[in-house]
């Protein structure tokens, strides 16, 4: 229980933790404790009792929860942005996806959102439609990528991106980071969705070495609960197989049937019609939730 002189808006961290009730309403948590949730909520005056219920415990029972003051009426989440990978070679426009959040308890219009530095990606804007109260969306955008990447960040493995989100006389700065690869690394790819115009993204291995006139299998593997795209860099690299590792719009997000099956199914079509890929050669697999998954998507 926490008990205050007057009410305040606040950020709630909620890791390791299914979800949270403040004085009986529920809120959503951050179970596998990845760090990209800030949950906006109003605290009232006088006293505000939470309930925590607690999803996951391993070797250590370990979770955080955290309050943080929400200064800024819009705020930007900038570890749950989805921005492909860069590296030698990949100029043009990309689809990428920042979530913006609303920390006040009413609409708010004529938000504004900007990104870029015009030195690695093109400065650009949106002007948001109205966020809801208390709420967090993510909005897709559209990114210009401008050059190489440089030896210190290919060294590094990342370079960063200025983002700012603003509302009146309001700003939110803050800087997303987005990987570095060499060519012959897994990338993260992103894609729309022809369900909801969400920003999608998998991962891809090309076979090395790699002949665009060639044939290729794909080995398609679905990702557990708690992890990501990033699965296909478990695969040490084919000659004969391409491996793409679908994102089941979250980490954990629906056990690879409804919309994550979808995700799956629309990432499988992006692939074919993009790569030299061998329809009678394409593997399905998958670990965990995904090894659920490849006897679901497999039916």
């Known amino acids: 229980e926490i008990t205050l002189p007057e009410e305040r808006r606040a950020l709630a961290v909620a890791e390791g933790i ?62 749950d942005a989805f921005f492909p990978s860069l590296y030698e070679g990949k100029r043009g426009e ?91 690394a897994m990338h993260r790819e992103t894609f729309i969705s022809r369900m909801d115009g969400a920003v999608g993204k998998y991962g891809i291995l090309f076979p090395q070495p790699y002949d665009p006139k060639k044939r290729y299998s794909l080995i398609f593997a679905l990702h557990g609960a708690g992890v990501d795209e990033s699965l296909a860099s478990s695969y040490i690299p084919k000659d004969w197989a391409f491996v793409v590792s679908p994102l089941n719009r979250r980490p954990f997000g629906f056990d690879w049937q409804d919309w994550g099956r979808l995700d799956a199914l629309e990432v499988l079509d992006v692939i074919l019609k993009t790569y030299p890929i061998d329809e009678d050669r394409v593997y399905l697999t998958g670990h965990s939730m995904g090894g659920q998954g490849t006897w679901h998507i497999g039916i």
């Open 18 to 79: 299914a979800g949270f009730y403040l004085n009986g309403k529920p809120y959503i948590g951050d179970v596998y404790s990845h760090g990209y949730l800030k949950v906006p909520l109003v605290l009232q005056k006088g006293k505000n009792r939470f309930l925590l219920r607690i999803g996951r415990a391993y070797e250590e029972f370990r979770f955080v929860f955290r309050l943080l003051p929400a200064e800024a009426p819009v705020v930007i989440l900038e570890k």
């Open 94 to 184: 990309f689809p990428a996806a920042v979530p913006v959040g609303n920390t006040y308890p009413e609409w708010l219009e004529n938000a504004r959102l900007s990104w870029g530095d015009n030195d690695l990606i093109q400065k650009s804007f949106l002007v948001l439609p109205s966020l809801p109260p208390l709420s967090i969306t993510k909005f897709p955008i559209s990114i210009k990528v401008l050059r190489n990447p440089k030896p210190e960040e290919l060294q590094q493995k990342k370079a960063v991106i200025p983002v700012e989100v603003s509302v009146g006389q309001y700003r939110y700065s803050a800087v997303i980071t987005v990987p570095v690869e060499e060519p012959s």
